[in-house]
């Protein structure tokens, strides 16, 4: 299938390593100009960047940081002075929060939670709101943004869920509330959709020490999927391409679950 992004030009954050590489890997493969987002890893964004060629695609990295609005103007900028236009959209950048041990109260927890808050939600706004005018203009675009199904699984160790992301799922929660109210004001300016992509447990070339090491999560979430496995970073990538592709017509303003089934 022609997914129609060939020399689309594709704004990826947080893609030096991750999740991210997959999805800038994948825009790649369909020959777009993927632009790289990184925060402190150069090395790794250049890596991602070699990767797109690889695939079929053209890159150049930016530097993009979730907690400094000023840089989501230079790295829009960074788009539209390359290729003068931006296309796609994906918010995959996230500011860690780490996990409390669930014997642990999240209302104990010090002040350095609000910065993050914050970053994990303004950061994709201010993004958002600086690529929006091009879509306007040009009267096409996707925007995709990353989020977590722990905002909507339970918060049993038990269930998949975490004690503990309270935060963090708060900050992904407000995604989805943001993309799908952008669907429609910017719907009405053109063919631009927004869509929330909802991982799971998924497994990354950063994450396979937390997973072998985290108590049994993985098990325990795999064995609550019909396929009995967690997913790979890349099956993930292929359906945000997919939600940020020309053939995409008909899905917007939704949470798109992919979990496994789980």
Request: no cysteine; aromatic share 6%; hydrophobic share 40%.
């Amino acid at each position: 299938m022609d997914l129609g992004l060939r020399h689309r030009t594709v704004l990826v954050t947080g893609a030096s390593g991750g999740m991210g590489r997959e999805i800038a890997a994948a825009f790649g493969a369909e020959g777009a100009d993927v632009l790289v987002g990184y925060r402190s890893r150069p090395e790794d964004a250049a890596s991602t960047a070699r990767l797109v060629e690889k695939a079929g695609g053209r890159a150049r990295t930016a530097p993009y940081d979730l907690g400094d609005p000023a840089t989501a103007r230079t790295f829009t900028e960074a788009a539209l002075d390359w290729t003068g236009r931006a296309d796609v959209l994906v918010n995959n950048a996230l500011r860690p929060f780490g996990f409390r041990p669930p014997g642990d109260r999240f209302e104990e927890v010090g002040d350095d939670w609000q910065g993050k808050l914050r970053d994990n939600i303004e950061g994709a706004v201010e993004l958002t709101r600086r690529v929006a005018p091009s879509m306007r203009r040009s009267g096409w675009g996707r925007i995709v943004h990353l989020s977590s199904s722990l905002v909507t699984e339970g918060v049993l160790e038990t269930d998949g869920g975490r004690i503990g992301s309270e935060y963090y799922a708060a900050a992904k929660a407000a995604l989805h509330g943001f993309s799908r109210s952008t669907a429609f004001s910017l719907g009405r300016d053109g063919d631009i959709l927004s869509n929330v992509v909802v991982p799971g447990l998924t497994r990354t070339f950063r994450n396979e020490e937390r997973i072998a090491t985290g108590f049994g999560v993985a098990d325990r979430y795999a064995a609550r999927s019909p396929l009995n496995r967690l997913l790979e970073a890349a099956e993930v990538a292929r359906v945000v391409v997919f939600l940020a592709s020309a053939a995409n017509t008909a899905v917007t303003g939704q949470s798109v679950a992919v979990t496994a089934g789980a």
